[in-house]
């Protein structure tokens, strides 16, 4: 366990930082090794802090430096790491050198701020190269017009990096709980990789029988050894996952959720990357993301999702009783022709997540070995921002 360090402004002025003393979990920070890059544009906003480009003095690569603040204890209390701060660096830690995730390189204090040092990724996010034109940080709106369709390929190797970062989280025991493509970064390789841990959770891992509905009764019968039983304990927030990525357990209030919601969000990825129309579920409120989604994929019943009207917020809107609406709706314009991509994204966005399918087991679905083979990382990377027209 090491002390936070000190941090240098680059000029040789040590700053003491009030966070000295207390512990940071992991490895030991260094001292005087990063500088802020001066006059360079933010790379973007986590769910905690800022992201700014950086630099490891002793050899000169470039980093993105997340700057998570640290509020002061009231009086008469000890600094304290907050628990959400403690989280971010502990999940970082656990999926840090996965090939799908973004790599922390290092932590240290400086001043009332926690920074991550982390890997740089030049070629922006999946949501800048998708088109998105965000009103504001939890993208709340997007281009309506349509967009120029993706080959098969491309998308079967977007979703792929996608699916393959969401199932090393959950092979490692953490729950990301904020899929979405603004949170999908893309190195200079064209290798996407997930970022962005501040909403993420070390989750429990529970025996396969209590894992999924987010009432503990459903077996999930999708699951695989890598990723089945972690569930999270705990007081539920209506800040988990991004709106538009939602799912629908957490939009029914559940306190207690398995790694089924990161695989719902990953679902609705697919479903944007399929069609030309952008994100498939565009609420504009909690209950219109609610509505939209039952009108998507059809109103719940204990049959088709048991433990279903237990859920907290089951009963307190009344919604008609809607059937799955056709796939034609649901992916306006979509680019897949043959079915496979998009039978794929409804095994990924069941209602019931006891029933939705793992993200180990959506990796092994026979359309990712059908033809066309998925493109490189490079080409599908290249083809995404060349079709869709936006990059960094």
Not at 144 to 164: F, G, N, R, W, Y
Not at 238 to 244: A, D, E, L, S
Request: aromatic share 6%; hydrophobic share 40%; with cysteine.
């Amino acid at each position: 366990m090491g002390g936070a360090g000190a941090f240098s402004d680059g000029h040789g002025d040590e700053r003491r930082s009030p966070l000295d003393g207390i512990d940071l979990p992991g490895v030991e920070p260094t001292r005087f090794r990063y500088l802020e890059v001066p006059h360079a544009a933010p790379l973007g906003g986590g769910a905690f802090g800022d992201v700014i480009l950086g630099k490891h003095l002793p050899t000169g690569e470039l980093c993105a430096l997340k700057r998570v603040p640290i509020r002061e204890s009231p009086p008469g209390l000890d600094d304290a790491l907050p628990a959400n701060v403690i989280s971010e660096l502990q999940c970082m830690r656990m999926v840090s050198g996965e090939r799908n995730v973004v790599r922390l390189m290092d932590h240290f204090a400086s001043g009332r701020a926690l920074v991550l040092a982390m890997e740089l990724c030049e070629r922006g996010d999946l949501a800048t190269a998708l088109g998105h034109d965000f009103g504001d940080e939890r993208g709340d709106r997007a281009a309506s017009t349509s967009q120029p369709p993706l080959s098969d390929a491309c998308v079967k190797s977007l979703i792929h990096q996608v699916l393959s970062g969401v199932a090393a989280c959950h092979r490692l025991g953490v729950l990301h709980r904020d899929v979405k493509p603004g949170n999908v970064l893309i190195h200079a390789s064209g290798v996407l990789k997930l970022a962005d841990f501040g909403l993420a959770a070390a989750a429990a891992a529970n025996a396969r029988t209590k894992e999924a509905s987010g009432t503990g009764k459903t077996p999930n019968v999708n699951a695989s050894d890598d990723d089945d039983g972690l569930v999270h304990h705990g007081s539920y927030t209506r800040g988990v996952q991004t709106r538009w990525y939602r799912s629908p357990e957490i939009l029914f209030g559940a306190a207690e959720y398995s790694a089924a919601i990161d695989v719902w969000s990953a679902g609705a990825i697919l479903g944007e990357l399929l069609s030309a129309r952008g994100p498939i579920l565009r609420g504009e409120s909690d209950i219109d993301q609610l509505a939209r989604t039952l009108r998507a994929f059809g109103t719940p019943s204990e049959t088709r999702w048991p433990g279903a009207s237990a859920l907290p917020d089951y009963g307190k809107i009344s919604f008609d009783a809607f059937e799955p609406a056709p796939r034609s709706e649901v992916l306006p314009e979509s680019s897949d022709r043959d079915g496979a991509a998009t039978d794929l994204m409804y095994r990924m966005m069941e209602l019931d997540p006891g029933a939705r399918v793992t993200a180990a087991g959506a990796l092994a679905d026979a359309w990712f070995t059908a033809e066309p083979a998925a493109a490189t990382p490079a080409a599908a990377a290249d083809e995404l921002i060349r079709v869709r027209g936006r990059s960094r």
